[in-house]
């Protein structure tokens, strides 16, 4: 199994800029891709950005340009650089990873953190 801590998020004001963290730990080796999603209030959970093993990256469309998925020490941190940040952004952001238990992917997901962007 997989466990995810996450860090960062708070208040901001528009323009501003945010760093969310993600520690991984347990069956890191298992790990296929680590992610952000975010789930606004009345919304569906959506997914931000993801970083493969491979280092292969997706963003959401509206966050490209603007937010950047890194990685350390191979997919043990996950870090999701937000810059310009916009009202909109407000959410909460969770930690994802995909990883193998036997032959089967799993779903783990950390707590959640708040981020606020104020106009």
């Known amino acids: 199994q997989v466990q995810l801590v996450e860090s960062g998020g708070g208040l901001v004001q528009a323009g501003g800029s945010l760093r969310l963290s993600c520690a991984a730990s347990g069956s890191i080796a298992e790990i296929i891709a680590m992610g952000w999603y975010r789930q606004a209030p009345g919304k569906q959970r959506e997914l931000v950005a993801s970083?493969?093993?491979?280092?292969?990256?997706n963003y959401l469309d509206s966050v490209k340009g603007r937010f950047t998925i890194s990685r350390d020490n191979g997919l043990n941190t996950v870090n999701l650089q937000m810059d310009s940040l916009k009202p909109e952004d407000t959410a909460v952001y969770y930690c994802?990873?995909?990883?193998?238990?036997?032959?089967?992917?799993?779903?783990?997901w950390g707590q959640g953190t708040q981020v606020t962007v104020s106009s």
């Open positions: 970083i493969t093993r491979g280092g292969g990256t």
């Open positions: 994802n990873c995909a990883a193998w238990r036997g032959l089967i992917a799993y779903n783990y």
